[in-house]
């Protein structure tokens, strides 16, 4: 059974750094495509940023709100995946998800969330 | 970066309905749209990708259709368990947008 979990939200003030992990089981890790998702209060979901597999370049891509700000990474050793956000705004306050990508892109296996509160 | 619309924003509907949510996408992403299923305080969870496949496990009463631009969820005989929020996403270019949701309740 594929497992994902998420750890490092918490509390941050405007301009401040956080990074968020994501461990994951239950999967040959390797050659997994991961991805992060937010969800602000209340609102739709927002694709982040995904990290390819490093037997398939290990390149990343982003969205436009977050490029430059955030940086996505990968350690195959620990089977983990990191979000490091830098820069952080109070518009970047939500749930921040971590996903597997199946092979046409869609999200198949999803984490239980860590919210993040960018607030003075 | 590619826009997804999804309508309706809210839906109201009784046990055993059929209930139909739209998303359409500022430019041809051919199949390339997947739908999740998110009950309060709960992660997404995907029922459909490549426009209209079924992911393993998901009830046949969910079916997806369309291509281009124009896409639809389908939901035949509502059952309890299914009134939640629906989202789309397109998966055809990164970044990987999606809908605004729709959130079903019972009438």
């Known amino acids: 059974e594929v497992q994902l979990v998420e750890s490092g939200g918490g509390l941050v003030n405007p301009g401040g750094s956080l990074r968020l992990s994501c461990v994951a089981s239950?999967?040959?890790?390797?050659?997994?495509?991961m991805t992060w998702v937010r969800q602000a209060p209340g609102k739709g979901l927002e694709w982040v940023g995904r990290?390819?597999?490093?037997?398939?370049?290990?390149?990343?891509d982003y969205a436009t709100p977050v490029k430059g700000r955030f940086t996505i990474s990968r350690d195959d050793s620990r089977n983990m995946v990191y979000l490091q956000m830098n820069s952080l705004k109070t518009m970047d306050t939500a749930v921040y998800y971590c996903?597997?990508?199946?092979?046409?892109?869609?999200?198949?296996?999803w984490g239980q969330g860590t919210l993040v509160t960018v607030s003075s | 970066d590619i826009q997804v619309t999804q309508s309706p924003s809210s839906l109201s509907a009784s046990v055993g309905d059929r209930v139909t949510i739209t998303c359409r996408a500022s430019?041809?992403?051919?199949?390339?749209l997947s739908w999740y299923q998110q009950k309060p305080g709960k992660a997404p969870n995907l029922l459909i990708y490549?426009?209209?496949s079924l992911q393993r496990g998901v009830p046949s009463r969910f079916s997806g259709s369309g291509s281009g631009t124009d896409f639809t969820l389908t939901i035949t005989s509502l059952q309890p368990e299914d009134f939640a929020t629906y989202h789309c996403?397109?998966?055809?270019?990164?970044?990987?947008?999606f809908g605004q949701g729709t959130k079903l309740e019972i009438k």
């Open positions: 996903s597997t990508d199946s092979p046409l892109g869609s999200s198949d296996y």
């Open positions: 239950g999967l040959t890790f390797t050659n997994a495509w």
């Open positions: 990290i390819k597999s490093k037997s398939d370049g290990g390149t990343t």
């Open positions: 430019q041809s992403i051919s199949r390339h």
């Open positions: 490549a426009a209209f």
């Open positions: 996403q397109q998966t055809y270019s990164t970044p990987y947008t």
